[in-house]
């Protein structure tokens, strides 16, 4: 029996890199069972498997997946019951946004956020193209980065063009399984194309009809990168659905929310219309941003359409 992780899932066959060195292209016999799971992938990007050899074709057949330490996970579609295993076994994850080509809605981002939170997964936020911006979109990255730093997650900004941080990126991820996510066309593929010129990934310009990226990265699918570790490049995602939460939970991933929440007067204030409940108080007066408390209670209402 052979073990290793898996590097790239289509969802019926798998890039397989052994204990050992070797990449096996494996497939699945039956199907597998993950716990109670209901997923579309029960083999993700970054599971550990095992696997028997078939010498004969010199392909490998999964026959189980190892316990995980955490994952990404999302709503797979708006009506689903099931959902997407985005990647597993991960260090960290960089949430790529941008201000304009495409604009990344702020509910989006407080969904990815708030799953990375779920499931222990430390989080940062690249914020890309910044050589593009005006007076206008800098304000609005200003805003951005002061929400999210004032509540502990550090802002990068990104741009390929004159290379503004590249070196803070290599030292964050170099050694560690990084999983990049965000919109289409906000330049995830372009980053590791830049890590790594050998890769030769594809990319494509921005929809000018309506500034949208396209899809070109078709499969979730992990690389080694030349100053050590790995990092997972995902298709983009148009809207992000929350998951796997119970409803009296939710604010718990809200960072400000949480820590404010503890002066309530209820024990079970859901932050919603209770009397004497300090997150409204705290949104009032300008402690909570707004933006944050909206998305809270689009997702206490079970909005998980499409952010765009």
Do not use: W
Not at 8 to 25: A, E, P, Q
Not at 85 to 108: G, W
Not at 183 to 204: I, R
Not at 248 to 277: Q, T, V, W
């Amino acid at each position: 029996m052979e073990k290793g992780v898996v590097l790239k899932s289509t969802g019926s066959h798998y890039r397989v890199l052994c204990y050992g060195g070797n990449i096996v292209d494996c497939s699945v016999k039956g199907k597998l069972r993950i716990k109670e799971l209901r997923t579309t992938n029960p083999i993700a990007v970054g599971d550990n498997v095992s696997f028997e050899m078939d010498e004969k074709n010199n392909s490998g057949i999964i026959t189980g997946v190892l316990d995980r330490r955490n994952y990404i996970l999302r709503k797979a579609t708006n009506l689903s019951k099931y959902s997407q295993i985005i990647a597993a076994n991960i260090d960290q994850v960089f949430l790529m946004i941008t201000i304009i080509l495409p604009e990344t809605p702020v509910e989006f981002i407080d969904r990815y956020l708030i799953t990375a939170e779920a499931y222990r997964v430390p989080a940062r936020i690249i914020i890309n193209k910044t050589d593009l911006y005006g007076k206008d979109e800098l304000e609005k990255l200003e805003y951005i980065e002061a929400m999210y730093n004032k509540i502990g997650y550090e802002c990068i900004r990104l741009s390929l063009y004159d290379k503004t941080n590249i070196d803070r990126l290599k030292l964050l991820m170099k050694d560690k399984i990084s999983l990049i996510s965000g919109n289409s066309g906000v330049g995830k593929t372009t980053l590791l194309n830049f890590f790594d010129p050998s890769l030769n990934l594809k990319t494509a310009e921005i929809s000018e009809s309506h500034k949208q990226g396209k899809h070109i990265t078709t499969f979730p699918e992990m690389y080694q990168m030349p100053f050590g570790g790995f990092v997972i490049d995902t298709p983009g995602i148009r809207g992000f659905g929350v998951v796997d939460m119970e409803r009296n939970e939710i604010y718990h991933f809200f960072r400000e929310i949480f820590a404010m929440s503890k002066n309530c007067r209820f024990n079970n204030c859901l932050h919603l219309d209770e009397p004497g409940c300090a997150v409204r108080n705290a949104v009032e007066q300008g402690e909570i941003d707004f933006f944050r408390y909206r998305s809270y209670l689009n997702i206490m209402e079970g909005d998980n359409r499409k952010y765009r």
